[in-house]
């Protein structure tokens, strides 16, 4: 039997691909799983409406993974520009206006947040993670050095996949929702 095709990693280019992203979203999110199903397969924790996510997209397309018409995983694009667009993430926001890496203070750095990457159940374990990382590096090297993003630290699963995309630890930190660890993903050839 022939391996299933791996799905294609693309910029998001449609509006139905944003709703398409608010669907998984809202299957993932951890208030709307079941603890265990968290701990086994991860849990997001911001809901973002359309009108945020075409905002954001509007500065920067985010990067899809599709199998045909169907959203297999989505890793979103957050320019610094459009920090005020999800109010709950300034906090976040503003420690990463304090941290380093690598020796530079990371505000020096031509960096974007992964807003929220997530992969969907049926396409688990099959490399779609990876592949919409490399599509983030293929498509933003030249315009950004870095990726920062949070993760937090109970959800082991994003955890170990961020570090094996490459994805370096600079700061972890508790706050009233949880622990987080800030991580950091060189993108151009300079950073990586």
Not at 81 to 89: G, N, T, W
């Amino acid at each position: 039997m022939t391996p299933p095709t791996p799905p294609r990693t693309c910029l998001v280019t449609r509006r139905e691909e944003l709703e398409q992203i608010l669907q998984l979203q809202a299957s993932n999110l951890r208030d709307h799983i079941p603890p265990e199903q968290a701990v086994s397969q991860g849990f997001l924790t911001v809901a973002h409406t359309l009108d945020v996510l075409e905002r954001m997209h509007a500065l920067a397309p985010s990067v899809i993974a599709k199998d045909g018409e169907k959203l297999a995983g989505y890793a979103l694009v957050m320019p610094v520009e459009a920090r005020a667009f999800v109010p709950i993430l300034e906090p976040m926001f503003q420690l990463l206006e304090t941290l380093s890496w690598r020796g530079r203070p990371l505000r020096e750095y031509r960096y974007y947040v992964m807003g929220q990457v997530c992969v969907a159940e049926a396409w688990r374990g099959q490399g779609v993670f990876d592949a919409l990382y490399r599509e983030h590096r293929a498509s933003y090297r030249t315009r950004f050095d870095c990726i920062v993003t949070e993760v937090a630290t109970r959800n082991t699963r994003s955890m170990r996949a961020h570090t094996r995309a490459g994805f370096e630890s600079i700061k972890t930190y508790r706050d009233a929702t949880d622990e987080w660890a800030v991580v950091v993903l060189g993108l151009s050839d300079s950073t990586r």
